[in-house]
DNA sequence: CTGACTTGCGCC
DNA sequence: AAAGGGCGCAAGTCAG
């Protein structure tokens, strides 16, 4: 009954499919009854009247559907995209490739989502009109019927395909951004907005001061390079110029260098032009790519939206009369290793809301921080220090998701494939290359450089295994969500376009904001704890570990956490 | 000049 | 308070 929540896995015949292939200025709809001619300037109409039935649009890709749909004022309810469930399915040890590949797999393997930032696309060149939808559905279609796991498979699919939803409606709506304040925190911070060219006037007098403490009067401190040399000459100990290694040395040169690194890292990554380019209409709008990392978790494309500085986080405010629901969930990776291996010790720890204190009252640790660097070393790989001390008292306490995350390991070293729970795969090490990614492997290279390559293969697939299933859970949550907004705006407010409604304005990894009226606020945090509580009966079934949420309903994102 | 790479730092 | 996994981005650097 959970899955109904992400949208229609398992749905049989009553869910109408409707695959939709551009042709020239028409869009052929393929109907079970036959195919349909459908002008495109009168797409929105065809899809909002199918929509008041259970339907399911099946594209080659969401980012070239829905956005126009969006701007008419048109809502889908599930979709399958054929571009995400292809790379899923490439991947993924539970299909039978042969079923899937013909000779199209490259262009499919190839074809790119487009975003906003994207230079335009002729309308004639695009890669994705040479492909058949219709072929490439029928060919997955057949690869789900013939899985031995069709079930965690269709799940998989229709996760990653809301998620495409999502993203395209968020970045619709997009983040709720007040330039005033952004601009008057600027102003505070670095001075007043400089002509092109120059240095704010805060980060000029840091420059000076920098020189002097190291007579260096023509250092450029935007220069690591030159920073380096001039820190060198000055006879400190440093072979690069990160804050960690400068925080380290006593010198007076160290402070306002530190400040300088701070305030242009600000004005560089979240300065006037990133207001220039990215906040319009008193929205920030980036593009999400779901599946853009090979684990399974969300890319973004434009303004660095998957690294909003908390430093300007003040300047995302909710409209009048409206608020942010900020919500995200405590410690998801070690709880989604609890639950992927089963492992009901590190479950019991994870009962409570701080699962590294758990850890600490159940006597497996002393201190909360052992808790955490002893979790987090497991989990990414960490041999050295404190982390790898930690390990043996992990592996007694809590052996079955050590074991996991170990076997992941090996098998990673031995160039095996690891999947998710789902079943999303793993990329062969120096393999077919389907995306850039990874090491290729290199011919001549010495024994000790093999060595040191097949294990931080091995860390990557260890982490894999955990991190792409907890985007899983991610992606079922934030499935459910939607749901439940569109259900909750409704109820609430009848009939009305998305952005009227309550609605998921930004997601990121274990964290969602959602932008809503302010009288449904509560409404809504109840339902993202719901949507939570049913992505973990959905992915771990009865297995008793929860996923305790920090919800807040704010007027900015800073008053959260 | 452009493009590829490096450095450093923001987020999880 | 890094390390160990995953990213995006801007500026500097260097080769062609």
């Known amino acids: 009954m959970g899955s109904a929540g992400v949208g229609g896995v ?76 292809h790379a899923i399915l490439r991947r993924t040890p539970f299909a039978d490739q042969r079923l899937l590949t013909g000779e199209e797999t490259a262009g499919w393997d190839a074809l790119q989502p487009v975003t906003g930032t994207d230079p335009a696309l002729f309308p004639l060149a695009d890669p994705a009109d040479l492909l ?40 619709h709506a997009g983040l709720p951004w007040r330039t005033d304040v952004h601009e008057r925190l600027l102003t505070e911070l670095l001075g007043p907005r400089p002509v092109a060219g120059h240095r704010p006037a805060q980060l000029e007098r840091l420059a000076s001061q920098i020189r002097g403490a190291l007579g260096a009067p023509a250092l450029n401190p935007d220069s690591p390079a030159d920073v380096l040399r001039a820190l060198q000459a000055a006879g400190l100990p440093v072979e690069d110029t990160r804050s960690w290694t400068l925080a380290q040395l006593e010198h007076p040169v160290v402070p306002p260098l530190l ?47 998957l690294s909003v500085p908390v430093q300007i986080r003040p300047a995302a405010v909710a409209d009048e009369g409206w608020r942010l629901v900020v919500a995200d969930v405590a410690q998801l990776e070690p709880r989604v290793l609890a639950a992927v291996s089963g492992d009901l010790a590190m479950a019991e720890a994870a009962r409570a809301r701080d699962l590294y204190q758990g850890m600490v009252d159940a006597g497996t640790v002393a201190t909360r921080a052992e808790a955490k660097v002893g979790i987090l070393g497991a989990m990414y790989g960490g041999t ?60 001549g290279g010495s024994r000790q450089e093999d060595d040191r390559r097949r294990r931080a293969w091995g860390r990557f697939t260890r982490n894999f295994v955990v991190q792409g299933t907890a985007a899983e859970w991610a992606l079922c949550w934030l499935a459910d969500l939607r749901n439940r907004l569109w259900r909750l705006g409704e109820e609430q407010l009848g009939e009305g376009r998305l952005e009227e409604r309550p609605h998921l304005v930004f997601f990121l990894h274990d964290e969602v904001l959602v932008h809503t009226p302010e009288h449904l606020a509560d409404r809504v945090a109840d339902e993202v704890r719901s949507a939570a509580a049913a992505a973990g009966r959905l992915l771990f079934g009865g297995f008793p570990v929860d996923f305790p949420l920090d919800v807040a309903v704010v007027r900015s994102w800073a008053d959260a956490a």
């Open 384 to 443: 050295r220090g404190e982390s790898g001390r930690m390990m043996p008292r992990l592996t007694r306490r809590y052996p079955q998701a050590i074991a996991l995350v170990e076997e992941a390991a090996r098998a990673g070293e031995r160039g095996e494939v690891v999947r998710t729970v789902l079943g999303r795969g793993s990329p062969v090490p120096g393999g077919e290359r389907l995306v850039d990614l990874g090491e290729p492997p290199e011919p």
């Open 132 to 171: 058949d939808p219709a072929a490439e559905d029928a060919r997955q279609q057949a690869v789900l019927a013939a899985s031995p796991e069709r079930r965690r498979l269709e799940l998989l699919l229709a996760a990653e395909s809301s998620g495409a939803l999502v993203a395209a409606e968020m970045t």
């Open 259 to 305: 400040e300088y690194k701070k305030l242009a890292r600000l004005l560089t990554a979240n300065g006037w032009s990133w207001l220039d380019t990215w906040v319009r209409d008193g929205r920030f709008r980036s593009w999400f790519l779901p599946g853009g990392v090979v684990t399974g978790r969300w890319a973004s494309n434009g303004g660095g939206a």
């Open 10 to 85: 398992g749905e049989t015949a009553e869910v109408n499919r409707i695959v939709l292939v551009r042709r020239g200025d028409d869009v052929e709809a393929h109907m079970p009854a036959g195919v349909l001619r459908v002008p495109a300037t009168t797409l929105a109409g065809f899809v909002r009247r199918h929509e008041a039935g259970p339907v399911r649009w099946i594209w080659d890709d969401t980012t070239r559907w829905y956005p126009q749909l969006l701007a008419q004022g048109v809502r889908v309810a599930r979709c399958t995209d054929l571009r995400l469930a």
